[in-house]
């Protein structure tokens, strides 16, 4: 029994329609299930991701519009690390960024590998950053995506999690999850961070731990933040098996969702990050055709009944010029 690495990302925003327009249009992902949150059905909960929306390429968004702005702390994803192919791939992304007016920090060299790294923000602040994952990283790019298939994201590198301490959340990690302890590099403001690696390791599946003690806690994830990170299992089988490890050492784990594209359980790492597992299928293909993915408002069949009252309380996504993301 072995995870399989990230399967998604879910963050905050505060403007669906702005963030589509970034999402797909600068950063050239696919909108590929138009959804809402299933515990708040008056939000939309977009995923963005390669040509058929498979785990680990998807991005996910929750929105709510007035919750107010993130802000950093530990106990939190601080930052989301994307995959894509080589120098070249990087140097265009910044040339990208500078047409855009988006904010970012320039190539960086990390690590004992000398790995190639650009972090920058959306336009909400979210702190994101373009990894080389040296070709390792397998996705199907989106056929209409504004971004060269040579130059196109490729999927999830790694997560980075904010800690004051390390070693509580690095033995959850190797001893109940079975992750491996990996090296450590410094942040450009000299904060130490270790990375943990599961399943195959490298690309796609890294979790990278920063200690900030300097950091106060923060529980609350506002626009701008990350809210949770699911790890992949193959079938419901082994999900199940997940939970009854998970729940000998943290019993406050979910009891098994049925989230109809997936299954998931939920529950909190030690220093206070919300984690998932979720099964790789049955996909987003169950309920809508691969090639009008994320078209249309699509609600699991227990939702479905609700649709009117769903679909009213919702704020159309109109589009937006990205050219005007950033003032």
Request: proline residues 7%.
């Amino acid at each position: 029994m072995q995870l399989g690495g990230i399967h998604h990302v879910t963050a905050v925003t505060g403007n669906a329609s702005r963030n589509v327009a970034f999402y797909t249009q600068i950063l050239g992902m696919r909108l590929t299930k138009k959804t809402v949150n299933q515990d708040d059905v008056s939000a939309y909960h977009l995923f963005y991701g390669d040509e058929l929306g498979r785990p680990g390429t998807d991005l996910t968004f929750f929105e709510w519009a007035d919750i107010g702005p993130h802000r950093q702390g530990v106990g939190t994803i601080s930052t989301i690390s994307l995959g894509v192919t080589g120098r070249d791939a990087l140097d265009w992304w910044v040339k990208r960024f500078n047409d855009f007016n988006i904010a970012h920090d320039g190539i960086q060299t990390r690590g004992a590998e000398e790995r190639l790294v650009l972090p920058f923000r959306d336009p909400e602040g979210q702190r994101l950053e373009l990894v080389d994952d040296a070709g390792k990283l397998e996705s199907t790019p989106w056929r209409r995506s504004p971004v060269p298939v040579e130059m196109a994201i490729r999927g999830f590198y790694a997560v980075r999690l904010a800690q004051s301490r390390l070693e509580p959340s690095a033995r959850f990690l190797t001893e109940v999850l079975g992750f491996r302890r990996g090296d450590t590099y410094a942040t450009p403001e000299q904060s130490s961070v270790t990375i943990f690696e599961v399943g195959p390791g490298g690309a796609g599946a890294e979790v990278h731990v920063e200690l900030r003690p300097d950091w106060p806690f923060r529980r609350f994830v506002g626009t701008g933040g990350v809210h949770h990170v699911a790890f992949r299992t193959p079938d419901e089988e082994e999900h199940r098996q997940w939970r009854e490890q998970i729940a000998r050492v943290n019993p406050t784990v979910t009891p098994v969702i049925d989230r109809f594209y997936f299954r998931s359980i939920y529950f909190r790492e030690p220093g206070g990050v919300l984690f998932e597992i979720a099964t790789d299928g049955p996909g987003f293909a169950v309920d809508e055709d691969v090639e009008t993915l994320g078209e249309r408002l699509s609600l699991p069949p227990f939702l479905e009944g609700e649709r009117q009252v769903i679909e009213a309380n919702l704020r159309p996504i109109t589009p937006v010029d990205p050219k005007v993301l950033v003032k």
